[in-house]
């Protein structure tokens, strides 16, 4: 199989809100840049793989509305319902495939556009049983939260400490929720969705982020470059029919690891860093146990991979589907050294794991590597 | 076989906070009772061919999606709509290839560019093609008035591939046509902006009220 | 790149109101098409690649995430893709590289829909497809944009309605012979002209109704194809292409990115004379003209669809069969099941199993499906 590198990125970075430009035009500068920093044009890529959801940028069939700002018209398309990982994954196996050689992935959200957002995602859960309760559907993250307190004995401080080391990242890049905070700060915030504070919970922001996948046969591959070495996903069960779950864990991760140790011979778990999206604090925590990271040591990263060095979701915002393309692109960031502050020394090797939705019990993870020319 | 619509009566409503009771009361009046005799004729079809499957009967929730967006336009859109306030028509020129944009757009897809040079057009063009519309967006619902709608092709705009008739390139709006009869539109014909009285026009694409023939 | 075969399809049956859910349906057809490969067990699934159009008709945001346990995806991967109408066939080449990438061994691909929730019905939905801020507020609906469409077409190649209303008893007539048809019939010209004007050129029998239905496909690597049956049909050939957004600024009269999208198709399936080498054409056809105006695309011939028409060469016993399932006017069209059932037809047709349909010694099919605003163009060419 041919191993597929990442060529080029670019971003339109996180806001909490934009007004002057519309998301097309967000999506045209990140591929504008990403164009750049792989010194291709257009006409170099042979096909798109966007990510996208209808209700979240409020029109039918948003695939429609996807090619003309990242150099795609009249080429192969493909649009991933679901978080941008997602379209990595489609886009990784396109190239594994030998279909084409060159393909651009996309991911955009405008959340500071959507007045009742609430409103849209819990039309995700099951109507019949589940909308009439008129529940805001993070309450789902709540009910998970105190199962994985209940699962695991851990103390409910522990998510304060996650948001704070999240939120104090951000503040070294300069992310839209990033501030110099103690989690003691944090644990005088409310409950939003009890055991969940206020800042446990990641604030919205709008994002573009594109990144160019090539096969190694079909473009000049320089001294250093980051190859994607596996991606995977699962799922574990259906969002409306949530009560079904295993209260606290994130199972899927599991599965999807296991495929990568498997199909590819690779080990998910000897990396030097994580980047997830985590939208709610709790989160990172269950993700990282299902890793085999001891939720006590990873926060003070002595040992074992640092998770989310770059803020995460909780201080770089909840993107929509595009968070998964944020913690992408963070990644490979780490891996070329070109994260500033924030930066991982010696990474190696990481691992992005993002989530289908904020509710869902279905996910993607990545592994990428460091990698000699 | 029968099929039940779940209606929110008072007795149910009752608890549940304003603004949510508020929504499951209009579900109830909006979506009504509607379709349960057909309903119900489907589910006897169904258990015939489905035996397996067979349903006692068949229960509709209604629910209505009411999500509100707040759109920011972008600069080239932004200024467009401006534009039509005042009765006129911008668009933006690609300085790479030289293609017309209207409505305007700040980025080229073809020469990947940012697009920055804005013109204004004197808004006559042809039609590029039309059909007629005896319907709504309810197929069961004639109009009462059959409505002319059209793609109109901005004068001087058309970039025409050599060796065919197949236009490559236009800029191009749909809009409705008026002051014409259904059965005298072509294709080709010379059309014109009918504008909104100044007094009234708000800077969105109603403002122009239809385009008619230039006679 | 690893060869991927069709070893087993399954559908429901497509009618304007099934009493199921959307993961009942999925369930349905799923279940289907694993009788289909001698009852095999869902276990030895890889994973779904599930397809669904609007997330509006079943009234769920994010509607792929309903899918997991009723396709049999629990701790498997399951993704959707959606490109409007185009996704049942997209459908069938993101099954495909997902099996020819190495990534999957079996692989299960899942297309429903279900357009009878939406009340009083589905078109309204349709107007969230439009540009919020240029279009919508013209109040347009869908068929308004294919009536243009259609119009530029006729104008093109002076195409007489007369001519374009023979898809549909053709298409409707053809249906009769299909087991899941809602719309099987046998009508005449005159019928579909004189049906209900809805949108001129437009009229009611020159549409596909809606429907809810779904389908499914089981596809597997060679070595494992061997394996499961002895008549597996091959995907040789696919891709997508999709066009502008800005639709006003484009030409209608000819699809280019459905030729464009036929012709890397055919690259990868070594087809170089597709009139002479295809023997099942399965193009999409939501409206009578389509179909030509879609054929005109894959046979890379602005104006050749409608004199093959009009020469009686799309029937079964002619050069060039189009359609034989009775397609999306005759079978029904629940978008994205539909597309994928066009997929399901070359499996049947190529594997020698379409019963009263079947087009005599076909080696070789092209099925193809369209969407988004008159923009993309998806195919699949497979081969026995």
Known sequence: MRRVLVVGLGEFSPKARETGLEIREMTFEAAERAYLDAGLRPEDVQGIVSSGLDFNEGVSITDSFTPDQVGGRLKFNMLVSGDALEAVYHAFMIVRSGMLDVVLVDGHAKPSEIENYGDVLRCSLDPYCSRPLGFDPYVIAGLEARAFLARTGTDPVAFSKVAAKNINRAALTGGPYGERVSPEDLESDGYLYAPLRRRHVARPSDYAGVVLLAAEDAVPVPEECVELVAVESAGSSSTPHFWLRDWGRARWVGAALKRIESRHGADPRDVDFVEMTEFFAHQELMIASELGIDPGVHLDGRSGPVVNPSGGCLGNGNSLTASGMRAFIASVKQLRGEAGAVQVRGAESGLVVSTHSEIAEIGTVALLRRSGG | MSARVVRYGPEQLEGLPASFAGFLRRATEEVGSGREQSWSKAVSEFNERVPEMALPGLVVQPWLFDFRYRRATGEAVGRFLEGLKEGRIIGTRCEGCGRVFIPPRSFCELCFRRVRTYVEHSGEGEVATYSVAYIGTNPRERLARPEVVAVIWFEGTKVVRPNSHHVFHAAGLMHKLGEVEPSEVRIGMKVKPVWRPKEQRRGEITDILYFAPVR | ?384
């Open chain 3, 1 to 384: 790149m690893r060869r991927v075969a069709i070893v087993g399809a399954g559908m429901t049956d497509f009618r304007s109101m099934l009493p199921l859910t959307s993961p009942e349906m999925i369930r349905l057809a799923v279940k289907r098409c694993l009788d289909d490969v001698g009852g095999l067990s869902i276990r030895y699934v890889d994973g779904v690649l599930a397809t669904s159009a609007p997330d509006a008709f079943d009234g769920y945001h994010d509607k792929g995430a309903i899918a997991v346990e009723a396709a049999g995806a629990i701790g498997k991967p399951i993704t959707r893709v959606f490109v409007g109408g185009g996704s049942g066939v997209a459908a069938g080449v993101a099954g495909w590289y997902h099996v020819a990438s190495g990534a999957f061994d079996t692989l299960l691909v899942v297309a429903w829909e279900k357009m009878s929730h939406p009340y009083p019905h589905a078109q309204k939905l349709f107007q969230t497809i439009f540009d919020p801020v240029l279009e919508k507020p013209l109040g347009p609906n869908l068929i308004w944009i294919f009536a243009l469409e259609m119009m530029r077409y006729m104008e093109a190649h002076g195409l007489k309605k007369e001519l374009i209303a023979e898809v549909a008893v053709k298409n409707k007539r053809n249906a009769l012979d299909h087991p899941h048809a809602q719309l099987g019939a046998r009508i005449t010209v005159d019928d579909v002209l004189n049906s209900e004007v809805l949108v001129w050129p437009v009229n009611r029998l020159d549409i596909s109704p809606t429907s809810d239905g779904a389908v499914a496909l089981l596809l597997a690597s060679e070595e494992v194809a061997k394996k499961l049956t002895d008549n597996p049909v091959w995907i040789e050939g696919v891709a997508t292409c999709l066009d502008s957004q800005f639709w006003t600024m484009r030409d209608l009269a000819y699809p280019y990115y459905v030729y464009l999208a036929a012709q890397m198709a055919y690259r990868m399936a070594k087809i170089t004379s597709p009139l002479k080498e295809v023997d099942v054409w399965e193009p999409y056809d939501p409206f009578t003209y389509k179909e030509l105006h879609h054929m005109d695309g894959l046979l890379g011939r602005p104006g050749l669809a409608p004199k093959l028409l009009a020469e009686g060469q799309m029937e079964k016993d002619g050069d060039c069969p189009t359609t034989p399932s009775g397609g999306l006017l005759g079978v029904g069209n629940p978008i994205a099941a539909a597309g994928l059932m066009k997929v399901a037809e070359l499996y049947f047709q190529l594997s020698g199993r379409a019963g009263k349909r079947q087009v005599p010694d076909a080696e070789v099919g092209v099925a193809q499906a369209w969407g988004d605003l008159m923009q993309v163009g998806t195919v699949v060419v497979c081969r026995r």
